[in-house]
């Protein structure tokens, strides 16, 4: 079945390291995205790249890098820079409008705790 | 600039009883419009969506929503409920002469409780 891996589920993280989430699909969508939800704050959307090799940052991109080397993968690291990392990650993946447009496909998520 | 207002953050709800989700949003140009639904530490997954055409859409889970464009409305409807429509729901807005829509627009949520 095609879909999003986001891995691993949970991860801990001691301040002052960075760590490297996890963003493969299979769906040979164009477009990949990660947002950053917290409790009563909604999505809140980190990066996003439409095409390989070229990506933009979001609303919150501070403290957070991203690459996109391959069309399948979109891996997100979360830096010591960035000062509350504790929040559950999205990934998400999109094709072009038209008929068959459906919005985003998302991953099932990582739950990061600084420890 | 779009956006997009969840009414309600939380709507609780006896099993059975109809319930409606409500959303509005803001924009100078033509839409998308999505539904999604969140189960606890789970990702988001499409309950319906408008691009063009009849605008009412039905969607997975017996969930329907009507696209109102003179309110700028897009209320997530379902007629009986259950336990496990326990959720949070997300409403969601593109602009649709973008590519790929261009970014979705997220409202903040509305958390749907159904009590016994």
């Known amino acids: 079945d095609g879909g999003i891996t986001q891995s691993p589920k949970y991860l801990f993280r001691k301040e002052g390291q960075n760590v490297t989430l996890s963003c493969e699909q299979n769906l040979n969508h164009d477009a990949m995205y990660w947002y950053r939800q917290d409790p009563g704050q909604g999505l809140r959307l980190i990066y996003y790249?439409?095409?390989?090799?070229?990506?933009q940052k979001g609303d919150i991109a501070e403290g957070y890098s991203v690459s996109r080397e391959k069309k399948e993968s979109f891996p997100l690291t979360v830096t010591s820079a960035q000062k509350n990392p504790t929040a559950f990650y999205l990934c998400?993946?999109?094709?072009?409008?038209?008929?068959?447009?459906?919005?985003?496909?998302f991953g099932s998520g990582t739950r990061l705790t600084v420890v | 600039a779009q956006s997009v207002t969840q009414l309600d953050s939380q709507v609780p709800v006896f099993e059975e009883a109809p319930v409606e989700l409500r959303c509005n949003y803001s924009s100078s140009v033509s839409v998308y419009l999505f539904w999604y639904v969140q189960y606890p530490n789970q990702g988001l997954q499409l309950l319906l969506k408008y691009l063009s055409g009849s605008t009412l859409v039905k969607g997975i889970n017996g969930f329907e929503a009507e696209f109102n464009k003179s309110q700028t409305s897009f209320h997530l409807r379902k007629p009986s409920v259950h336990i496990s429509d326990t959720a949070e729901y997300f409403c969601?807005?593109?602009?649709?002469?973008?590519?790929?829509?261009?970014?979705?627009?997220f409202g903040q949520g509305t958390e749907l409780s159904v009590k016994p």
């Open positions: 969601a807005v593109s602009e649709s002469h973008l590519p790929q829509g261009g970014k979705l627009i």
């Open positions: 790249s439409q095409i390989v090799n070229d990506f």
């Open positions: 998400a993946s999109s094709i072009p409008t038209g008929t068959a447009y459906g919005g985003y496909t």
